[in-house]
């Protein structure tokens, strides 16, 4: 059985520098959803670790070469 009202998600809107709960602007302008307020208010932190990892990734690959 699908839940008739599913959550909409947390976002983090990088036009407006706010959280959102759903989908209210762009999504190109979006990050996440995430699970909740507090998580997506950490979206840019979130978005640097990612980055930040995936370029060591890249770098340790780039050095087994």
Aim: charged share 40%.
């Amino acid at each position: 059985m699908t839940d008739a009202n599913p959550d909409p998600g947390w976002y983090y809107c990088t036009k407006h520098n706010r959280v959102e709960h759903g989908q209210t602007c762009r999504k190109a302008d979006l990050l996440g959803p995430y699970p909740d307020r507090e998580t997506a208010e950490r979206a840019l932190e979130i978005a640097r670790e990612r980055t930040k990892a995936a370029d060591e990734a890249d770098r340790r690959w780039s050095e087994d070469d």
